[in-house]
């Protein structure tokens, strides 16, 4: 069966740190993979999302950026955190196809002060 | 352009009632998705439509897709207190070729 991994999942930064969430999937090969950014009681807001080794497709011009060194890693990055930079972070993958559902991990909680 | 969106935003019921949420869009799609998530947690699929069914079931699940009015339901049937959570929407576009776009969600209670 498949299994995604999100780590930290509390993480308490200040202003100006660099950030580094790690994601990955295990049980499956070629997925796509996504992150996504919940603000308290909002929607999601897809951030970015990777079909393949390499393929970063960027949804929201911002402090952020996404890497995925191997198939089932996908990585957030940034290289100083603001205070909007907080907020539950989400990794989910999919099958091939991106219509597909959806399958999500835990979640990181970020606050940056 | 945001696609799905629930209604109501927010929704109390008794332990025992029937608990309707609504999604519309505005694009064509190729399915429709409905997603849980309880406070604090990541998202779980609960039930995707294709664009030419008209309903599907799932357990006490029940979801209705009206191409013609855009628009999508979610019945939850003799609900209970674990069902409190925000559900969400989500819609493939008929292209194929963006990923999915999720609503705002509705935050449901159920009151023991």
């Known amino acids: 069966s498949q299994t995604i991994h999100q780590w930290p999942a509390t993480l308490v930064q200040p202003v100006g740190s660099p950030l580094s969430l790690e994601c990955t999937v295990e049980?499956?090969?070629?997925?796509?993979l996504y992150w996504y950014r919940q603000a308290a009681g909002r929607g999601l807001q897809l951030l970015f999302y990777?079909?393949?080794?390499?393929?970063i497709s960027s949804e929201v011009p911002q402090n952020l950026s996404a890497s995925r060194p191997q198939d089932r890693q996908f990585i957030l990055s940034s290289k100083k955190l603001l205070l909007s930079d907080s907020g539950f972070y989400l990794c989910?993958?999919?099958?091939?196809?991106?219509?597909?559902?959806?399958?999500f991990g835990p979640g990181t909680r970020l606050t940056v002060l | 352009s945001q696609q799905g969106e629930e209604d109501p935003q927010a929704l109390s019921i008794q332990e025992g009632e029937n608990a309707t949420m609504n999604c519309s869009y505005k694009?064509?799609?190729?399915?429709l998705q409905w997603y849980r998530q309880n406070s604090g947690r990541g998202l779980v699929h609960l039930i995707l439509?294709?664009?030419?069914?008209r309903e599907k079931h799932s357990g006490r699940l029940r979801v209705t897709l009206d191409t013609s009015k855009k628009s999508s339901s979610l019945l939850i049937t003799a609900s209970r207190a674990a069902d409190t959570a925000s559900y969400f929407c989500?819609?493939?576009?008929?292209?194929?070729?963006?990923?999915?776009?999720f609503g705002k969600g509705t935050r449901l209670s159920v009151i023991a």
């Open positions: 989910a993958w999919s099958r091939r196809g991106l219509f597909n559902e959806q399958f």
């Open positions: 439509i294709r664009s030419n069914e």
């Open positions: 989500a819609t493939a576009r008929n292209s194929g070729n963006t990923p999915l776009v």
């Open positions: 694009t064509s799609i190729n399915n």
């Open positions: 990777s079909v393949g080794i390499g393929q």
């Open positions: 049980g499956t090969s070629n997925p796509n």
